[in-house]
C-alpha cells in the first residue's frame, strides 16, 4: 500500500508540479501558496453556522497572515450543496464590494465550484450577465479574449474528499427552479493554486465519505472507459490506481473517521479522480446525475448509474472491465470467473459487483428505491441529454450518442437503472 501512495504523490506532482500543496498536516502553508497569487485577497469560505466554524476560519485567517496576506473584508459564507445559481450570485456581489487581487475558496467541491463562476462572472458579468452564456466547453475563454478581460486568480483549498474540483476545469451549477446542473467546462476556472490537507477529511460523515468518495471513482472509472487508445496507456495506471485507493480504503474511513491511512488514501484517491478528468471526460452517470439532483448527492447519483453504463458500454470497453473487474474481485465484489466473459457477458458480471459494492455500503441500486423518485427524472435526464450544452458527454461515451440516438439508447439504461433489470439495455451495434 506504501507504494501505491507513493505512487499516486508521483502522479499527482506531475499534474500540478509546485502549484499543489497536498498531503496529510499540510494546512498551514497555505499562506505562503495564497502570496503568490495575491497580497490582499478575499475569503469564501464553508461551516457557517457548525461547531467547527470558528477553528476551521481562525486557521484561515492565521496562515495567510502569518504570510503577510491581508484580508479584504470579512469572510464570505460559501454555498449550499450543488452550488445553486442564486448562490454564486451573492458571492459574486460579496466579492466585488471587496475587490481583492485574489480569492481564496475554503470548502468541498460545491463551494469551490460556485467561487470559480463568480470570478468568472467577476470579469464578465457586465458585459455577459446571464451565467447560460459560460455554461459548455471554452466559453468562458472565448469572451475573455474578446473582452480582454481576466479573471482574478482562486486558490482552492479543498476539504472533502469527493469532487476535485480544486483541480479541474469544471464548475457545475445548479438551477434551484429547473432542478437542473449544468456544467461549465474551461481551461481559464483551473485554480492556479490548490491545497488539500487530508486531515481536515475526518469530519466528514460516513454518509458524506461514501458520496465523495465513490464520485471520484466515477471520475476514474468514466475517464478510463471513454479514452481512445491514444490516452488510454497514459490514464489506465492513473484510473485503476485511483479506484484501487478507494475501494480499499472506503469502509476503514467509515468506520474510524479518525483512520488518517485510510483518510490519505481516499484523498489521494479522489484526487487522482481530476487528474483523470482532466486528462478526459466523464460521460453518462454523470450526464443522468445532473437530472437528480433534487433526490440524490452527486456521487450516490452516479455510483447507482454507472453499473447501468458499463452493461451499456461493455462491448467497447473489454480492455478497461478486465482491470476494473480484477480490482473488485480482490475486494471481494466478484466472485465469478469473469476473465473467460467477453462483451456484455462481462459488462454484467462487473456491473454486478459494483451493485454489491453499493449495497455493501448501504448505497440504493435502483432508482424506484430513492424517495422522490419519479418518471419525471426519466424524462428530465433525457431532455437534458439532448442540450448542446452536454454534447460533451455523449462524446465522452464509449459507445458515442447522437442527441438524436438519446432516446433508443440512453432510455432503455434509464428505465433499467429504474427497476434494477439489466436485461432492458439495448447494445448498438
Not at 99 to 113: H, T, Y
Not at 116 to 143: F, I, N, R, T
Not at 201 to 229: I, K
Request: glycine share 10%.
Amino acid at each position: 500500500m506504501s507504494d501505491q501512495r507513493e505512487t499516486a504523490r508521483q502522479f499527482l506532482t506531475e499534474f500540478k508540479g509546485e502549484d499543489y500543496v497536498f498531503g496529510l498536516r499540510c494546512f498551514e502553508r497555505l499562506g505562503e501558496l495564497t502570496r503568490q497569487a495575491g497580497r490582499q485577497v478575499s475569503v469564501v469560505a464553508d461551516g457557517f453556522g457548525t461547531s467547527w466554524q470558528s477553528g476551521l476560519h481562525d486557521r484561515i485567517c492565521g496562515a495567510l497572515q502569518k504570510a503577510g496576506v491581508e484580508l479584504a473584508g470579512e469572510i464570505v459564507p460559501g454555498c449550499r450543496p450543488n452550488a445553486p445559481l442564486e448562490d454564486v450570485l451573492g458571492i459574486r456581489a460579496a466579492l466585488e464590494s471587496q475587490d481583492p487581487e485574489a480569492v481564496v475558496a475554503v470548502g468541498g467541491g460545491s463551494v469551490i465550484d460556485a467561487v470559480k463562476a463568480a470570478a468568472a462572472l467577476m470579469a464578465l458579468g457586465k458585459e455577459h450577465p446571464d451565467l447560460e452564456e459560460y455554461y459548455g466547453v471554452g466559453k468562458v475563454s472565448q469572451m475573455l479574449a474578446a473582452g480582454g478581460a481576466t479573471m482574478p486568480p482562486v486558490v482552492a483549498v479543498q476539504l472533502a474528499a469527493s469532487s476535485a474540483a480544486h483541480l479541474t476545469k469544471y464548475s457545475n451549477i445548479t438551477n434551484l427552479k429547473t432542478l437542473q446542473k449544468k456544467l461549465i467546462v474551461d481551461d481559464s476556472v483551473i485554480p492556479p493554486k490548490a491545497l488539500f490537507d487530508y486531515t481536515l477529511t475526518t469530519s466528514m460523515s460516513p454518509s458524506f465519505t461514501v458520496d465523495g468518495a465513490l464520485d471520484g471513482m466515477s471520475h476514474a472509472l468514466e475517464v478510463f472507459m471513454g479514452l481512445s487508445d491514444g490516452q488510454l496507456a497514459r490514464v489506465r495506471p492513473i484510473s485503476t490506481l485511483a479506484i484501487k485507493l478507494i475501494v480499499s480504503n472506503l469502509k476503514s474511513a467509515c468506520r474510524n473517521g479518525e483512520d488518517l491511512d485510510a483518510r490519505e488514501a481516499l484523498g489521494l484517491g479522489t484526487d487522482l479522480g481530476g487528474y483523470c478528468i482532466m486528462i478526459g471526460g466523464t460521460s453518462g452517470a454523470h450526464l443522468t446525475s445532473f437530472s437528480l439532483v433534487d433526490i440524490l448527492p452527486h456521487g450516490r447519483a452516479c455510483a447507482l448509474m454507472n453499473p447501468y453504463y458499463v452493461v451499456f458500454f461493455a462491448p467497447a470497453v473489454e480492455f478497461q472491465l478486465q482491470d476494473v473487474g480484477t480490482i473488485l474481485a480482490d475486494a471481494g465484489y466478484l466472485k465469478a470467473d469473469f476473465r473467460k466473459f467477453r462483451g456484455r457477458d462481462l459488462g454484467l458480471a462487473v456491473a454486478e459487483a459494483m451493485v454489491a459494492l453499493s449495497r455493501d455500503i448501504g448505497f440504493p441500486t435502483r432508482l424506484a428505491e430513492v424517495d422522490g423518485f419519479s418518471d419525471a427524472h426519466i424524462a428530465r435526464a433525457l431532455d437534458a441529454a439532448k442540450n448542446p450544452q452536454n454534447e460533451s458527454k455523449l462524446r465522452n461515451m464509449p459507445v458515442p450518442l447522437s442527441a438524436a440516438a438519446v432516446d433508443d439508447y440512453m432510455g432503455p439504461v434509464l428505465e433499467a437503472a429504474k427497476t434494477g433489470n439489466f436485461n432492458l439495455i439495448r447494445s448498438m451495434r
